[in-house]
T-cell receptor, first 112, second 116 residues
Framework: KQEVTQIPAALSVPEGENLVLNCSFT??????LQWFRQDPGKGLTSLLL?????REQTSGRLNASLDKSSGRSTLYIAASQPGDSATYLC???????????FGKGTRLSVIA | NAGVTQTPKFRVLKTGQSMTLLCAQD?????MYWYRQDPGMGLRLIHY???????AKGEVPDGYNVSRLKKQNFLLGLESAAPSQTSVYFC???????????????FGNGTRLTVT
């Protein structure tokens, strides 16, 4: 059974810093890996999806990388802003094209 | 284009009462999912559906039933609510087979349920 771990559980940084969030998964036979953002009291919003054949995806100040063989992904946020404060979750399919299994998330606070 | 809409947004039930949570999507997605989110436990899959008329159990299905009579709607039922079902419930959807496997999941804004 797939297990997804996110470290750290919480992170606080000053505005302008570059930061890295980590995600690891136990079964490397994944179809894709997805990163989501969740604001308090809201649903999850998809940020980036990396297909199994890809090594990274970029969207604006966000860059996600995937190393299937080691079971790891990182989400890099450049020049962080207070508006980036949220919980970030990664998720992978349990196996193949099955429902996503989520990590517990990293709660990010960017201090102005 | 509203995306994924969940009703109600909030609900308080007494132990033993029943209720149905409604999820509606207007994106013509095949796959729909119900997750619950609890502090310290993360998101856990309750039930899901890969098409109209189909349902399957997820990680924590006990105490819940679901139905997918129409492609755009996925209902989650609690027949006899228990305090352990106090949670935030999220519905999600995405395109299915024949479309693009690598499509992101779209979430509703959740239903916050308290069972006293």
């Amino acid at each position: 059974k797939q297990e997804v771990t996110q470290i750290p559980a919480a992170l606080s940084v000053p505005e302008g810093e570059n930061l890295v969030l980590n995600c690891s998964f136990t079964d490397s036979a994944i179809y894709n890996l997805q990163w989501f953002r969740q604001d308090p009291g809201k649903g999850l919003t998809s940020l980036l999806l990396i297909q199994s054949s890809q090594r990274e995806q970029t969207s604006g100040r966000l860059n996600a990388s995937l190393d299937k063989s080691s079971g790891r992904s990182t989400l890099y946020i450049a020049a962080s802003q207070p508006g980036d404060s949220a919980t970030y979750l990664c998720a992978v399919p349990d196996s193949g094209n099955t429902p996503l299994v989520f990590g517990k998330g990293t709660r990010l606070s960017v201090i102005a | 284009n509203a995306g994924v809409t969940q009703t109600p947004k909030f609900r308080v039930l007494k132990t033993g009462q029943s209720m149905t949570l409604l999820c509606a999507q207007d994106m013509n997605h095949e796959y729909m999912y119900w997750y619950r989110q609890d502090p310290g436990m993360g998101l856990r899959l309750i039930h899901y559906s890969v098409g109209e008329g189909t349902t399957a159990k997820g990680e924590v299905p006990d105490g819940y039933n679901v139905s997918r009579l129409k492609k755009q709607n996925f209902l989650l039922g609690l027949e006899s609510a228990a305090p352990s079902q106090t949670s935030v419930y999220f519905c999600a959807s995405r395109p299915g087979q024949g479309s693009n496997y690598n499509s992101p999941l779209h979430f509703g804004n959740g239903t916050r349920l308290t069972v006293t």
